[in-house]
């Protein structure tokens, strides 16, 4: 280390001695010089050497001078200090500073990505943790209401009723299977919809009589509602709905789909019994459906009447329910698996839809409306003329469709295992050009818009056509203020 010194530098010296007298003035021009280094916490240069001669510093001699004898030369700095220990580095520490400054960004990166790693692993432990939980928590949950049920259908308070062999359990509207889905253990029942779309009211100007065909019809008490029971009904799997939503199975369409922002569709259906071979696993369908989300994860919300001999051992048209949960993938129909919200005391789901059309004879139609309650969001179902709420989809059980559609698609489908290679009837079976009375109809198609009001479609975002011109077609199509009309259907494979 550099001391500042006293004095001169001489301590008896004569001041005429003209040499004494310049290597004094070297000797504090020197001590001065490496003030500027130590005043600032810096080693001075290697070329500042000093030697120590009776307490006084002098400045090295140059080789072309004498060297005193019996002095030592002694360097100050030889190394650099560790970095750091001076507090400021100097010029010398420059690769220093930049291979310490990356051994602690490494070291520092190395740490964060360990903390980030414990973190996620503690993430997820906890979520495991709440996961089990929850579960254990639903099975609980479940298990009680099952006990409820169970206690209701053993007790003199529940009734059973029989309609075409279908049987029927009256349950409390509050014991309903719905109320065993996880997302629904804290719902309110909502009795009725807050509001109806505008524009009920409006007739058509379908210029042919027809009459309206009922759904099933289950005398239960006010505040119970009608749950299908029988062996028909436990024939039923997620593979029969999985044909009616999903698209994994085969499938031959004809009606219309409609792209466009949407919260319901209403529509008026012609009801016949399309022939289905018994054996096959298929099912022929009409009705209404309603979708929002991703490609393979689409929520789903449908009403139909379909014929399915393969789940139901008859060839009769039933009326269904039908729903998809697009994040789990899981679809489910009617009462079978929780969800639909029924509240009707005396419409039986699954049930058989009566009378149906004849060919060349009389028309019987239903009358399907689907729309979203602008309170509390839930999507009702209502049926009839005079839009009699048969129940609801909670909002919650949605991710892409809690707000809204944004798609529909209104007519006949065929779906099943052999639904493309043995197609089974759509409609009458007829095709579209044999005209009323002959070709099933779909009229007052109409959307609701977000004014939660009735319009007829947008023509632009409308198409309507068959999946297979050879089986099924369209005809009539058109469009006026009562909404959308049109025939469709056709034999398949029949011949």
């Known amino acids: 280390m550099w001391s500042s010194g006293r004095g001169s530098g001489s301590r008896s010296g004569d001041r005429s001695d003209p040499v004494r007298e310049q290597r004094v003035r070297s000797d504090g021009a020197r001590k001065r010089g490496a003030r500027k280094w130590t005043n600032r916490g810096l080693s001075p240069p290697a070329s500042f050497r000093v030697l120590l001669l009776r307490g006084e510093i002098f400045r090295e001699w140059s080789e072309d001078e004498e060297e005193p004898n019996g002095l030592k030369f002694v360097p100050v700095k030889e190394e650099p200090a560790p970095l750091g220990s001076r507090g400021v580095v100097g010029p010398e520490d420059y690769v220093a500073v930049a291979a310490a400054i990356a051994e602690r960004s490494v070291r520092e990166e190395a740490e964060h990505r360990r903390h980030a790693e414990e973190l996620e692993d503690l993430q997820w432990r906890q979520a495991v943790a709440a996961n089990l939980a929850a579960k254990e928590k639903d099975e609980e949950w479940r298990r009680i209401r099952e006990e409820q049920r169970a206690k209701w259908l ?138 929002n989300g991703p490609k393979g994860h689409m929520d789903s919300i449908n009403a139909c009447y379909s014929v399915s001999p393969s789940f139901y051992g008859d060839t009769f048209a039933r009326f269904h329910v039908g729903w998809r949960d697009g994040v789990q993938n899981k679809s489910c129909i009617d009462h079978d698996c929780p969800g639909f919200v029924q509240v009707s005391h005396n419409v039986g789901l699954g049930g058989r839809v009566k009378p149906v059309s004849v060919y060349n004879g009389p028309q019987y139609v239903i009358h399907i409306l689907i729309f979203k309650d602008p309170k509390t969001h839930n999507w009702w179902l209502a049926y009839g003329k005079d839009k009699t709420p048969v129940g609801y989809w909670p909002s919650s059980l949605f991710t892409s469709l809690k707000d809204k559609g944004n798609f529909s698609y209104t007519g ?57 011109l050879r089986k099924y077609t369209i005809g009539n199509y058109g469009v006026d203020d009562h909404g959308v009309h049109m025939y469709y259907g056709g034999p398949g494979n029949f011949v």
Do not use: W
């Not at 436990?234 to 044909?243: G, K, P, T, V």
């Open 412 to 468: 006949g489908r065929a779906s099943g295992p052999t639904a493309s290679s043995d197609s089974p009837q759509i409609g009458s079976g007829h095709f579209a050009s044999e005209g009323y009375g002959k070709a099933a109809f779909i009229k007052d198609i109409q959307i609701i818009d977000n004014n939660n009001k009735l319009v007829t479609p947008n023509e632009e975002k409308a198409i309507s056509g068959s999946s297979d």
């Open 154 to 291: 053993n007790s003199d308070e529940t009734s059973n009723q029989m309609e075409d062999g279908d049987i029927y359990d009256c349950i409390d509207v509050n014991l309903q299977p719905a109320f065993n889905h996880p997302l629904l253990k804290d719902h309110t029942i909502q009795m009725e919809p807050t509001s109806f779309p505008i524009g009920l009211n409006i007739k058509s100007s379908f210029p042919h009589v027809v009459s309206q065909a009922h759904l099933s019809i289950i005398e239960c008490p006010r505040g119970m509602v009608p749950i299908l029971r029988n062996g028909r009904r436990d024939q039923i799997s997620a593979h029969f709905i999985d044909q009616a939503i999903n698209k994994d199975a085969q499938l031959e369409e004809a009606g219309m789909k409609y792209f466009d922002d949407l919260y319901g569709v209403q529509a008026t259906i012609n009801v016949y019994e399309p022939k289905v071979k018994k054996d096959s696993g298929d099912l022929s369908q009409t009705g209404i459906q309603i979708d």
